[in-house]
């Protein structure tokens, strides 16, 4: 838990010493902030959950995802293993928060449920 709590208190210092010297590039600055956040306090669900909301919302198609990545890129960028998120889109399919007609597509069927892990 220290080890945590010490590198969340680095990290907000980093963001705070960009903020202050003016060497932000807004957006990229956010989402990067977004996703060490990510990295450090959410579970496997509530990072999937946050990143299939994250696809959605850069996507044209509403609420279906055309993944750029494999499986294996996803886990990598989310920090977990390919057979978490395996398990974690198989769950929300049961659950009927998404549906997967194939590897690399994902419709978003209950994004308030998704919502609620991103929160």
């Given at each position: 838990m220290k080890f945590l709590l010490l590198n969340m208190k680095l990290i907000m210092w980093f963001f705070n010493l960009v903020w202050d010297k003016?060497?932000?590039f807004c957006k990229n600055v956010i989402l990067m902030k977004k996703l060490l956040?990510?990295?450090l306090i959410k579970n496997a669900q509530e990072r999937v959950a946050a990143f299939l909301l994250e696809m959605a919302d850069r996507s044209q198609?509403?609420?279906a995802i055309e993944l750029p990545m494999s499986r294996q890129d996803?886990?990598?960028y989310l920090g977990l293993t390919i057979e978490t998120v395996s398990r974690t889109l198989t769950h929300f399919e049961t659950?009927?928060?998404i549906e997967l007609p194939r590897s690399r597509r994902i419709v978003l069927r209950n994004r308030s449920a998704l919502n609620?892990?991103?929160a």
């Amino acid at each position: 838990m220290k080890f945590l709590l010490l590198n969340m208190k680095l990290i907000m210092w980093f963001f705070n010493l960009v903020w202050d010297k003016r060497f932000m590039f807004c957006k990229n600055v956010i989402l990067m902030k977004k996703l060490l956040l990510l990295l450090l306090i959410k579970n496997a669900q509530e990072r999937v959950a946050a990143f299939l909301l994250e696809m959605a919302d850069r996507s044209q198609a509403g609420g279906a995802i055309e993944l750029p990545m494999s499986r294996q890129d996803i886990a990598d960028y989310l920090g977990l293993t390919i057979e978490t998120v395996s398990r974690t889109l198989t769950h929300f399919e049961t659950a009927a928060a998404i549906e997967l007609p194939r590897s690399r597509r994902i419709v978003l069927r209950n994004r308030s449920a998704l919502n609620k892990l991103n929160a």
